[in-house]
């Protein structure tokens, strides 16, 4: 294995009976950690036997998922506040309008 990509992946090895960043390490690296763990191993991956690939384009599938998961938290969070907005709004509207109507 090349040095870069253990480097990379902290010292571990990327093959069967080694192991591999646990749940809160992955949750503990920063985007661009993710992003520079995945680009190393498909980088590894590319120059091998097809044969060989599947084991390392499966470890990065793991840092895809990661990222795609924290866009997900982030998207999920912004909605949320969104629909906190729009109810607000909705209530000051109908607040404002029974207002107008009792009023006169």
Do not use: C
């Not at 253990?6 to 010292?11: E, L, P, S, Y």
């Amino acid at each position: 294995m090349e040095e870069s990509v253990r480097r990379v992946m902290g010292g571990r090895r990327l093959s069967r009976g080694f192991q591999y960043e646990r749940v809160r390490e992955l949750r503990n690296l920063s985007d661009q950690e993710l992003v520079s763990k995945h680009d190393a191993v498909v980088d590894h991956a590319n120059g091998l036997p097809a044969m060989d690939k599947t084991p390392l384009l499966n470890r990065a599938q793991v840092y895809a998922d990661e990222l795609t998961r924290r866009e997900t938290e982030r998207l999920t969070k912004s909605l949320n506040r969104l629909t906190l907005i729009i109810v607000v709004a909705t209530i000051i509207g109908v607040a404002l309008t029974a207002w107008s109507l009792l009023s006169g």
